[in-house]
């Protein structure tokens, strides 16, 4: 799990330690006003929860508000690293999304404006509209855009004023540099996932290493894959006329297929 691995990389940095940076300043803001300040983003934070609850607590709403608060606590590294543990979670976890459906979010939320951590949003509607309709969509897509977005302001107003000192501990450095580098792998194996779902129709689930199913294998996803490295990497083609092209291409192969 992303959360385990972030752990074990910050542990290791930790130890192993940093380059020493030079003293800074103190930081603008007592110790007392940083905790004021993370009481009152906490309470912001739970509200909905408190409110959802105290409804009655519908079960799936639960659900997303206690992943999605868990979500927001361990995305070091942005939407990218945290995708791959966050389909792990709703396709085999809960089982809010198919692992298509999954990899249609990925693809809407690449064609949309905005953070690519919005399809968030689209899991959690999706998951709301399955269990009770329409309704129940908005109120999950609402709940988790709150319990996602809501920390951000948490971490920036409590830890900004602290960031420089805290950066400038050797050890906590050396934390932070062990957690960049585990991101990067993550965000690889987020890559492999996607890919292998997308080259073939039947993956075993869980299995490690993953062991695709080569019957299933769909040769038309693979040109796809190499026309659309041609025009970026090759043809050096930018990323909005790259993407509608090969949405073009895929809707051709579609209605060719029939």
Not at 201 to 219: I, K
């Amino acid at each position: 799990p992303f959360p385990l691995i972030v752990l074990a990389a910050a542990i290791y940095g930790y130890f192993r330690g940093g380059e020493p940076t030079d003293a800074v300043d103190p930081p603008t803001v007592s110790l007392a006003q940083t905790t004021q300040t993370i009481a009152l983003w906490l309470v912001i934070w739970a509200t909905p929860v408190a409110l959802v609850w105290a409804a009655g607590g519908a079960p799936i709403l639960m659900d997303i508000a206690a992943f999605f608060t868990k979500l927001a606590v361990v995305t070091f590294g942005g939407a990218y690293a945290v995708l791959a543990y966050m389909a792990q979670e709703v396709v085999q976890g809960y089982g809010w999304l198919t692992t298509g459906e999954m990899i249609d979010a990925l693809g809407l939320a690449e064609t949309t404006p905005g953070p690519l951590i919005l399809v968030t949003q689209f899991t959690a509607m999706v998951a709301g509209a399955k269990e009770a309709g329409w309704p129940m969509a908005l109120l999950a897509g609402v709940l988790c855009l709150w319990m996602t977005f809501v920390p951000c302001f948490l971490w920036i107003f409590a830890f900004a004023p602290h960031l420089e000192r805290l950066l400038s501990a050797p050890r906590l450095a050396g934390a932070l540099q062990g957690i960049t580098a585990a991101v990067a792998g993550v965000i690889a194996n987020l890559s492999a996932w996607f890919a292998l779902h997308v080259l073939f129709a039947r993956v075993a689930p869980g299995s490690m290493p993953p062991r695709p199913d080569w019957s299933s294998f769909d040769p038309a996803a693979l040109a796809l894959i190499a026309v659309s490295a041609v025009l970026v990497f090759a043809l050096r083609l930018g990323l909005l006329p790259a993407m509608a092209l090969m949405a073009m291409a895929g809707l051709a192969l579609d209605v060719a297929a029939g």
